[in-house]
């Protein structure tokens, strides 16, 4: 194993303990039982890149004030640490594919995952083999 990947991989190691960092910081903001962050993405990843990548989260949560909260403290959190961040809504009016990679992450902040989301993600799942179903023809 060379050296730069060893490198990488204790950084990987290093902005996952982060994340557990700023987890806590929300849950003590914020009811558990009402929203879920969702990480995906290079940032976990020996693929990120300092000043190049940005770190990928999706936020579910049962009202949008709760969520705009939410937002708040995870920009400053990152904005502190001086990494962008792409961050949106996982809005549930509208199943698109888009919301299928954060849905499926590794990393969620909270056990919270309402049936109302199961079936959201089944509805984006259908909405992906319908592209996919147009592509093929």
Known sequence: MGIAVKDK????????????????????????????????GSYPTVRFEYGKSDVDIAVYADNLDLYKGIAVKIEEFFGNRGINVDLFFIDISIPAPVFLAPLRAQIQFTDYYPEKLREFETECEKE????????AV
Request: charged share 35%.
């Open 9 to 40: 991989k204790i950084a990987a190691k290093e902005r996952i303990k982060d994340l557990i960092v700023l987890q806590r910081e929300l849950c003590s903001c914020f009811s558990e039982d009402e929203y879920n962050v969702f990480v995906f």
């Open 128 to 135: 992906l083999n319908k592209i996919k179903r147009s592509i």
